[in-house]
């Protein structure tokens, strides 16, 4: 099937039941600018903190997280995980893998987004990172049927650096060449997890448009967040009522960032952030 790579590592079953099938290559019929050179090669190392991290991707693609299909084979929601990283790698196991099997678990095809890094040091950082997440938002609505995914119910799911691409993302035009219409580029639902410079001072990136066309929004991050201050959420909350954009807030005490999934000892909200974002799309309609 045209784009699809399948790996004989992904076929490997996963923890859950499940199994990540096939990578979509985004650009089959090539990159759009700006590109990461090929050279040095893709690689994941773990650093002394436990902590998996992906870099030098020059191929976007998504990773395909596909729970068994139940015997109605009914349509199901999606999520599209963006990880962060800050536009050098990618953290795409605690903000990536484990957040999609999390989801498969209850019913969600999940797709992992594995989109352009390092670009930090691009004139623009989120550039092909947003041109990468708007192509995989058309790609998973355009092939709907081929996963049992219902089109009118994908979910967009940034962490951080990530967080930043899914706002931008979502909230603006379609960018890359050959684009659609704007709608089929856009989730049905935003999810942002302790997301990385989404204002500057009392003002919302200069970016993204929040109007009409802007999905409804999640907010999730720590008020002891040093890198995402909760201050910049809150202004992008605020910005979201203003444009009458469905929208809610959570920020926790503590739980600083980048926690991901990563276990926390004795549990607490941060351990709970899942459980809240999966009960605002069921209440959404996922």
Same mark, same amino acid.
């Given at each position: 099937?045209?784009?699809?790579?399948?790996s004989?590592?992904?076929?490997?079953?996963?923890?859950?039941?499940?199994?990540?099938?096939?990578?979509?290559?985004?650009w089959?019929?090539?990159?759009?600018?700006?590109?990461?050179?090929?050279?040095?090669?893709?690689?994941?190392?773990?650093?002394?903190?436990?902590?998996?991290?992906?870099?030098?991707?020059?191929?976007?693609?998504?990773?395909?997280?596909?729970?068994?299909?139940?015997?109605?084979?009914?349509?199901?929601?999606?999520?599209i995980?963006v990880p962060?990283?800050?536009?050098?790698?990618?953290?795409?196991?605690?903000?990536?893998?484990?957040?999609?099997?999390?989801?498969?678990?209850r019913g969600?095809?999940?797709?992992?987004?594995?989109?352009r890094?390092?670009?930090?040091?691009?004139?623009?950082?989120?550039?092909?990172?947003?041109?990468?997440?708007?192509?995989?938002?058309?790609?998973?609505?355009?092939?709907?049927?081929?996963?049992?995914?219902?089109?009118?119910?994908?979910a967009?799911?940034?962490?951080?650096?990530?967080?930043?691409t899914?706002?931008?993302?979502?909230?603006?035009?379609?960018?890359?060449?050959?684009?659609?219409?704007?709608?089929?580029?856009?989730?049905?639902?935003?999810?942002?997890?302790?997301?990385w410079?989404? !204002? *500057?001072g009392? &003002? #919302?990136?200069?970016?993204?448009? %929040?109007? /009409? =066309?802007? @999905?409804?929004?999640?907010?999730l991050?720590?008020?002891?967040?040093?890198?995402?201050? !909760? *201050?910049?959420? &809150? #202004?992008?909350?605020?910005?979201? %009522?203003? /444009? =009458?954009? @469905?929208a809610?807030?959570?920020?926790?005490?503590?739980?600083?960032h980048?926690?991901?999934?990563?276990?926390?000892a004795?549990?607490?909200?941060?351990?709970?952030?899942?459980?809240?974002?999966?009960?605002?799309?069921?209440?959404?309609?996922?």
């Open positions: 099937m045209p784009g699809i790579v399948i004989l590592l992904l076929l490997a079953c996963l923890s859950g039941g499940t199994a990540a099938a096939a990578e979509i290559n985004l089959p019929d090539g990159v759009p600018e700006p590109r990461v050179p090929a050279e040095p090669a893709e690689k994941v190392e773990v650093g002394k903190d436990g902590i998996s991290r992906r870099s030098h991707v020059s191929t976007p693609r998504l990773v395909v997280f596909a729970p068994p299909q139940q015997g109605d084979a009914k349509p199901r929601p999606a999520v995980v962060g990283g800050g536009f050098n790698i990618l953290a795409d196991e605690h903000e990536g893998s484990d957040v999609c099997r999390w989801f498969n678990d969600f095809a999940a797709f992992l987004l594995l989109y890094v390092p670009t930090g040091t691009f004139e623009i950082p989120n550039a092909a990172p947003v041109l990468d997440a708007q192509k995989a938002v058309h790609e998973v609505r355009r092939r709907a049927a081929e996963f049992a995914v219902d089109p009118a119910k994908i967009l799911l940034g962490f951080s650096a990530g967080g930043q899914a706002l931008v993302a979502a909230d603006s035009p379609a960018r890359f060449p050959g684009a659609p219409a704007d709608d089929a580029c856009r989730p049905d639902a935003l999810v942002l997890i302790y997301p410079k989404v !204002a *500057d009392d &003002a #919302v990136r200069d970016d993204i448009t %929040l109007d /009409a =066309k802007a @999905p409804p929004t999640f907010i991050q720590a008020a002891d967040d040093k890198a995402s201050p !909760a *201050d910049n959420a &809150a #202004v992008l909350y605020r910005g979201l %009522l203003a /444009a =009458k954009v @469905p809610e807030i959570h920020i926790l005490e503590t739980g600083g980048g926690f991901g999934m990563k276990p926390q004795g549990g607490g909200v941060v351990a709970d952030w899942p459980n809240v974002t999966l009960e605002w799309l069921r209440r959404r309609g996922f």
